[in-house]
């Protein structure tokens, strides 16, 4: 069955520390594939996305994620996480002629001073 | 700030109960998606319109339903309402004919439902 799984359901980070969250896919055919951002009160914000092409995406806010496909994983990355950063992270796929996104659980991004 | 706009933002209500959330979509964007967001299932899409047309359909229950209407703006509809039904209910538009995921959605800030 089609998925998406992010491992990691809460992270804490140090300010300024590098940051990458996890995400997994299962599909048959090639995926395409999102990051989104949850702010606490706000609705879902779009960070990146991978349709084909270049495996390596950037994203707003200094984000990125790279599609390995030998791995099924899609995983965000930022060098230097600011405290804004704190947050809610939802990974999304769908593929082929499935037109249904589906979502992982989030990962909730704790940023420490 | 989205565009996409959902009210009302709280709601409380009893279990049993009838309650409409309402959604205007971004200017331009003709298709409204509908969510759902519980802490123990996650984000699930229940239900998407394009244009006042049903284009796809999730996890949506018999109890709920959603329309669309001329002017694009979206009701969803729940009913016979139970205390599992307490969640955050958002609504995303796009420009997006199907439910392709292509195009970025955008999200408004959410209806939150407490069922007592």
């Known amino acids: 069955a089609q998925s998406v799984t992010q491992p990691d359901i809460h992270i804490t980070v140090s300010e300024g520390a590098s940051l990458e969250l996890r995400c997994n896919y299962s599909y048959g055919a090639t995926p395409y594939l999102f990051w989104y951002v949850q702010s606490p009160g706000q609705g879902l914000q779009l960070l990146l996305k991978y349709f084909s092409g270049d495996t390596l995406v950037q994203g707003i806010k200094g984000f990125e994620a790279e599609f390995k496909r030998s791995q099924s994983s899609f995983n965000l990355r930022k060098p230097s996480v600011h405290w804004s950063d704190a947050a809610e992270y939802f990974c999304a796929g769908g593929a082929g002629n499935n037109r249904k996104l589906i979502w992982g659980l989030g990962t909730s991004l704790a940023v420490n001073p | 700030d989205s565009g996409v706009t959902q009210t009302p933002k709280h709601l409380i209500t009893a279990t049993g109960q009838r309650v409409t959330l309402r959604c205007s979509p971004r200017?331009?964007?003709?298709?409204v998606y509908w969510y759902q967001q519980s802490l123990d299932q996650g984000l699930q899409f229940l239900i998407q319109?394009?244009?006042?047309?049903?284009?796809a359909k999730g996890n949506i229950l018999e109890r709920f339903s959603a329309q669309q209407f001329p002017d694009l703006h979206s009701e969803l509809n729940l009913s016979s309402l139970e205390l599992g039904d307490s969640a955050l209910y958002f609504c995303?538009?796009?420009?997006?004919?199907?439910?392709?995921?292509?195009?970025?959605?955008?999200f408004g800030p959410g209806t939150r439902l407490t069922v007592l």
């Open positions: 200017s331009g964007d003709l298709s």
């Open positions: 995303a538009s796009s420009v997006a004919s199907g439910y392709s995921s292509y195009n970025e959605q955008f």
């Open positions: 319109y394009y244009n006042g047309e049903e284009r």
